[in-house]
């Protein structure tokens, strides 16, 4: 029986409300604005994401703007987290970015 309920403890944890998903994507950076990182990927599609790992930005400053218009391979994760008003939303970090040279 023990067995059964750290079985359906372990199975809780991997497909509960917090999981993570790990997307890769090319796209274009279009500046940082009001706390946020603007890109747009290969289909004209707007993405903003509120954070960025450390190591990221020890690498690419995106708050300079030498980097609007440049290309890169965007690494990032999607999490589902609560608001003050316990309303569920989604939230994006860029965990690896790549510039792509031209």
Same mark, same amino acid.
């Given at each position: $029986?023990?067995?059964?309920?750290?079985?359906?403890?372990?199975?809780?944890?991997?497909?509960?409300?917090? #999981?993570?998903?790990? &997307?890769? $994507?090319?796209?274009?950076?279009?500046?940082?604005?009001?706390?946020?990182?603007?890109? #747009?990927?290969?289909?004209? =599609?707007?993405?903003?994401?509120?954070? &960025?790992?450390?190591?990221?930005?020890?690498?690419?400053?995106?708050?300079?703007?030498?980097? =609007?218009?440049?290309?890169?391979?965007?690494?990032?994760? $999607?999490?589902?987290? $609560?608001?003050?008003?316990?309303?569920?939303?989604?939230?994006?970090?860029?965990?690896?970015?790549? =510039?792509?040279?031209?």
């Amino acid at each position: $029986m023990k067995t059964l309920l750290l079985l359906f403890t372990v199975a809780s944890l991997a497909f509960g409300k917090n #999981t993570q998903e790990t &997307i890769t $994507m090319t796209a274009s950076f279009d500046g940082f604005e009001d706390g946020y990182y603007y890109f #747009t990927d290969e289909d004209d =599609i707007n993405f903003y994401f509120e954070s &960025i790992d450390e190591e990221v930005i020890e690498k690419y400053n995106l708050k300079d703007s030498s980097y =609007i218009g440049k290309s890169f391979e965007v690494t990032y994760k $999607m999490e589902l987290k $609560m608001d003050d008003n316990n309303e569920e939303y989604e939230s994006f970090t860029i965990i690896k970015l790549t =510039i792509i040279e031209e």
